[in-house]
């Protein structure tokens, strides 16, 4: 697969809750070993989105290809299985399993008992969670849960990863650990849609920017091209805080304030 | 699998052994051991409901369709046809799985209250079918099993500790098999849709055939269960072998009370409800009706609220079994050493 390859397509994509359009016809290519982010505001249908794209939910029209292959109206364990899955917003784990056991459970997607065990220590190490593998879900802190959550999902071993606001709760130094990994797990091929309202990690860590607002695709681009255009600014930041936060983010600056209300 | 000897297992080894060897020390024709047959065949009831209703707490109030299904299909198999019980037995687990199959297709779309709803209404469509079907189920009246003297290869036998040592066998059968699907690939599957079923699908766990799967598992025991019932007691009719709160309820009830999804619950709760379910009615059935129900009433209630997750829950946690380290894989990425394993710990 060469990188122009798109290796997740979504074609006009639609789910109508009721009257409802969560999403309103949204298209766009995910390209092999990018990593994407989809930015917009609070309701502005990302959660639906990455449901709809994992078969979590139903969409009402359009369609979702992944290497080209058809995945919607599949069940979300078979687009597991084709290779695309998500990590959960407020980390649904298995609450009462171990660490090792919540990745192990999803690593017998593609292994037996004995080598799925084997890859679940392999990408808890890979997470630097190695030392917490025994431990009991319920045990851990919010953003050990939020790592745990994505070793789960890598755990099956997908081509593409939806993550839903993994870097919530996260201290600067640990936000860097996690987009390293993110990184080199890019390097390796693995391709990435990345649902965050960190702007300092969404703009140091994306190639390229989705923004959704109210169901619809506003706007797409580099960080800086997306940062400045207004369409944007009026509608995920807001007019009163527009031009203090532009600047902010344009530059990469540390917006400490934009977690901590995520 | 290998098996490691945990105490868990060393206990469990030791109850087999001082029930195998009860028959010797009771009257072999007596009370006490029919109660504790009965007290074993509840804990193999329960224990088979245990892997749909405990693994992937799917809580049927309707498993007496499937024992009940067994009874009648080995019963009249030897009935009408003069086929061995013994044959009759497995065609009744199939009979039980194919319904347990065909009943999933509705039923699994249903959560919690509904699901249990769906199946207490199918084991009453059971026991309808049975009280109205007259010609070929007997109707009303009941099936009785002729006594024929000892005819082993008939599953029939004049000493009750015959019929003991089988019911402890088919006990340890569905242990072992509870044992192997809690501890196995599935076992993980079916834990992970009991505490998530969303978040176990978007990992890749096909959610509807690991329930399918259990509940045909469970669905068969059950109705092995219902053909040596039958055999054991001589008769059974509709309304007790498709009974809501004699079999249904009380398969549940043993399971929840010794521990929901443990291997040692179902035999612990029926160790513990059986005998005391019939000390209260020798006891009290004498001095007014309904007394009886009324004490074991009291002491079910008493005992959910003492310890809602059941007589295991005071199972010291270190003894249980934990998957295993694995082995620690040599470090891949070159990243600066991570904090977050060490932190808020």
Redesign the interface.
Known sequence: MNAQTPVLEAQAIAVTFGGLKAVDGISFTLTAGEIVGLIGPNGAGKTTLFNSL???QRLTSGQVLLGGERVSGL???RV??KGM??T?QNA???????V??NV???A???H??AS???K???V????????????DVA?L?F??KA?VEMA??L??EPKVLLLDEVMAALTP??M??VM??IR?LRDEGLTFLVVEHHMRAIMALCDRLLVVNFGRLIAQGTPAEVANDPVVIEAYLGQGAAHGATTDAATGGTNAAGGAHA | MRAKLTPGLVLLLLFFAAAALLPFYVDPRGHVLRIAAMALLFAAMSQSWNIVGGLANQVSLGHAAFFGIGAYTSSLLYLRLGISPWLGLVAGAALAGVAAALLSLPTFRLKGHYFALATLAFAEVMRVIANSWASLTGGPVGLSIPFVGSQPLNFAFRAVSSYYWIILGLLALVCLVFGLLAR??IG??L??VR??E???????????RVKLTASVISAALTAVCGSVFAQFTFFFDPDSIFSLAGVSVRMAMIAIVGGLGTLGGPIIGALFLIPLEETANAFLSSKAAGLSQLVFGVILIAAILIQPRGIMAYWPKRWSR????????P???P???????????
């Open positions: 994992v078969g979590l069940k979300p364990h597991a299985g899955t998500k959960f649904a784990l298995f609450p009462d399993m171990s090792l056991e192990l459970t999803a017998l997607l593609r037996d008992l799925a065990r084997m679940a220590g392999a808890l190490h890979r997470l630097g969670l190695g030392a917490i593998a025994q431990t045990d802190t953003p050990q790592l789960r999902a755990a099956t130094s640990e860097d650990e390293a990994v080199s | 196995g690939a993980y599957r834990r992970a505490e998530n969303a978040a176990a699908e978007v990992a890749g766990v096909d959610t509807f934990r998957a295993p380290r694995p082995p620690a894989p470090p891949v990425a990243q600066a050493e991570p904090a977050l394993a060490k932190g808020g710990q």
